[in-house]
C-alpha cells in the first residue's frame, strides 16, 4: 500500500502562484493531480508519466500549471500560475499501480490517493 502525502495548498490572490507537493511512500507508475471545488464532482487536472517524459492537462489549467516529478524523492509536484478564482478547490494526488498513461484522467484509474490540500484564490 502506498500512502501520499500532499502539501502547499494556501491562500493567494488571482494572479498569484502556488506549489503543491505530494509525496509518495513507494513505487508509482502514472500519477495526476485532480480538483474538488464546493458542491461539484472531483475533476482531473493534470497527469505525469512514471518517467515523466509523457504529460497530459485538462483544458481549464492547460498553459498555466505544469505537473513534474523526482522518482529519486518519490515527489509529484504541481507548478500552478496565474491562478483565478474558479481555481479554488481542495486538490489531490493520485497514483495507479496499474496504469502508465497519461490520459488516465478518469478516478477508476487511480489506485492510492492523497488526503487533500485546500487551494483558495481571492479576487
Known amino acids: 500500500q502506498v500512502q501520499l502525502v500532499e502539501s502547499g495548498g494556501g491562500l493567494v490572490q488571482a494572479g498569484g502562484s502556488l506549489r503543491l507537493s505530494c509525496a509518495a511512500s513507494?513505487?508509482?507508475?502514472?500519477m495526476a493531480w485532480f480538483r474538488q471545488a464546493p458542491g461539484q464532482e472531483r475533476e482531473f487536472a493534470a497527469s505525469i508519466s512514471r518517467n515523466g517524459m509523457s504529460t497530459y492537462y485538462s483544458d481549464s489549467v492547460k498553459g498555466r500549471f505544469t505537473i513534474s516529478r523526482d522518482n529519486v524523492k518519490n515527489t509529484m509536484y504541481l507548478e500552478m500560475n496565474s491562478l483565478k478564482p474558479e481555481d479554488t478547490a481542495v486538490y489531490y494526488c493520485?497514483?495507479?499501480?496499474?496504469?502508465?498513461?497519461?490520459?488516465?484522467?478518469?478516478?477508476?484509474?487511480?489506485?492510492?490517493w492523497g488526503q487533500g490540500t485546500q487551494v483558495t484564490i481571492s479576487s
Open positions: 493520485a497514483a495507479s499501480r496499474l496504469f502508465d498513461s497519461v490520459r488516465s484522467t478518469t478516478s477508476d484509474k487511480y489506485d492510492y
Open positions: 513507494g513505487r508509482t507508475l502514472v
